[in-house]
């Protein structure tokens, strides 16, 4: 059975929500099935518009509900998503519920995973096809170091420039192992590009003037071709160990797509329609193992299957783990349509529902820049009705007379309220020891504080003095932890 749908209103009508899609999403949820990139800017509602795509997809039958695959960087992001799909189908008439009513037990939910979950599924199952076994353990961080010093310590092969605390050595041997996994470089693949590239910063130090650069450059070569050894012993590690990290799952599933397109083939039996959502943070691994299961040279081997990238090139934040903004900014290239044509459907979210005139006036001119850089990328606009908003700058002579100033402003933002509440006032801080000294400006003036992320738990004493004591059972030196217990 189908339903047609065909306005916005009617959309909300089946759905059951208070407001209707704008004419920004209803452009990406009525579109065909095929590939498409959706540049949703910030607070422009994405995940709404997800939700309504699925939604429209499966009440006009174009799609049954357990063939929607969507994925997404962490697991809040994936339970959100998945929480918004399963009761906008629920409100539709269209989840489990309404499935086992008339008496259909095989109708099951959308898919909604994190990228590496998909990646861990995926190698569960097909594995074996690339000798990958499937009892392999993924490392949690704390196990990743624990197994990196053992590289580090095990070690004999010649350091002599490689000269930095062994705590520094594990930071930059983990930061290398991982940047190769995300990129797909094997180790013999950087020895050959270390040498390559010796040579002509040997030549240029030669003809130039700034031998200052040329040698510490090269110093850090030399540095790297250590660190390449370690990198080597740990990677032997992880396969004695019967282990791997995030990375590996990745880097695993892009090559069994890769080398075995037949898997690629029945996950496109299985998923009728593919959303990719924060795109624009995806690695070189990533973007490859998608590409490859969901994508192809030619028609019969599944160029053109409906995958939708959804995304904001201002902003990605990844970059720092191997994430490549040009996955979204050429997305055609890598899932091109059936023809063969990179020029996929752009659809742009441009409407900010979130902020105030004034804020994204602002925002619009720090991100200049950007928007001039990128055509797919355009400035953010406010919704119909929204206020004109303020925005300050405040300088202080010290960084305590800001602490000392910060207290009152938040108690003045929560009275200002037509309901007063706490947990609506929001502080940005430029770093976790910023975020410690504002948590202790604002608890010590009996506002209640919480802190996003795990530096909040470790600030609490309880949890800090275990730290503490668990510290000082490595380092019996660590004197900061020493006086804290």
Do not use: C
Request: proline letters at 4%.
């Amino acid at each position: 059975m189908s339903i047609r749908i065909e306005s916005p209103a009617a959309l909300r009508d089946l759905m059951g929500t208070s407001y209707a899609v704008s004419e920004q999403q209803w452009r990406a949820v009525d579109a065909p099935l095929e590939p498409a990139v959706v540049i949703a800017g910030a607070g422009s509602g994405k995940t709404s518009l997800m939700a309504a795509r699925v939604v429209h997809l499966v009440a006009t039958g174009q799609v049954a509900a357990d063939q929607v695959l969507g994925l997404t960087f962490t697991t809040k992001a994936a339970s959100e998503l998945a929480t918004r799909v399963r009761e906008a189908l629920a409100q539709a008439g269209l989840g489990r519920a309404a499935a086992t009513e008339t008496g259909d037990d095989e109708r099951l939910e959308p898919t909604i995973a994190t990228y590496n979950a998909y990646a861990s599924s995926l190698l569960g199952e097909h594995g074996l096809r690339i000798g990958h076994e499937p009892d392999t353990r993924v490392m949690a961080d704390a196990s990743r170091y624990q197994l990196a010093a053992r590289a580090v310590e095990r070690h004999t092969g010649r350091i002599e420039v490689l000269t930095d605390s062994p705590t520094h050595v594990i930071d930059y041997l983990l930061a290398l192992e991982g940047a190769m996994s995300e990129h797909l470089v094997g180790v013999e693949e950087l020895r050959r590009f270390q040498e390559g590239e010796r040579e002509r910063f040997r030549e240029a130090l030669a003809s130039t003037r700034a031998t200052k650069y040329l040698a510490e450059i090269i110093e850090r070569q030399a540095q790297r071709d250590e660190l390449i050894g370690l990198v080597e012993g740990y990677r032997r590690l992880k396969a004695q160990l019967g282990l791997m990290d995030f990375s590996d799952q990745i880097a695993l599933g892009a090559r069994l797509a890769t080398d075995h397109p037949q898997v690629g083939a029945l996950e496109r039996g299985k998923y009728a329609i593919v959303l990719l959502d924060e795109y624009q943070d995806t690695s070189v691994a990533q973007a490859l193992m998608l590409s490859r299961l969901f994508s192809g040279p030619g028609p019969e081997e599944g160029r053109g299957h409906p995958v939708t990238a959804v995304g904001d090139p201002n902003q990605a934040i990844y970059g720092w783990r191997g994430a490549s903004v040009s996955n979204i900014l050429n997305f055609g290239e890598s899932f091109p349509r059936a023809d063969g044509s990179p020029q996929v459907p752009t659809y742009a979210l441009t409407v900010n529902r979130r902020s105030d005139r004034r804020i994204l006036e602002v925002a619009n001119r720090l991100a200049q820049p950007l928007l001039d850089r990128d055509d797919l990328v355009r400035a953010l606009e406010p919704a119909p009705g929204a206020a004109e908003g303020e925005v300050r700058a405040s300088v202080h002579e010290t960084y305590a007379d800001e602490l000392t100033w910060l207290p009152g402003q938040v108690i003045a933002a929560r009275a200002a309220m037509a309901e007063p509440l706490w947990r609506e006032v929001g502080v940005l801080t430029r770093d976790n020891a910023t975020a410690a000294d504002v948590f202790d400006a604002l608890t010590a003036q009996e506002i209640p504080v919480e802190i996003v992320g795990l530096q909040g738990l470790l600030r609490l004493p309880e949890v800090s003095e275990v730290v503490s004591t668990l510290t000082l059972l490595h380092d019996l030196t660590a004197n900061a932890d020493l006086l804290n217990v």
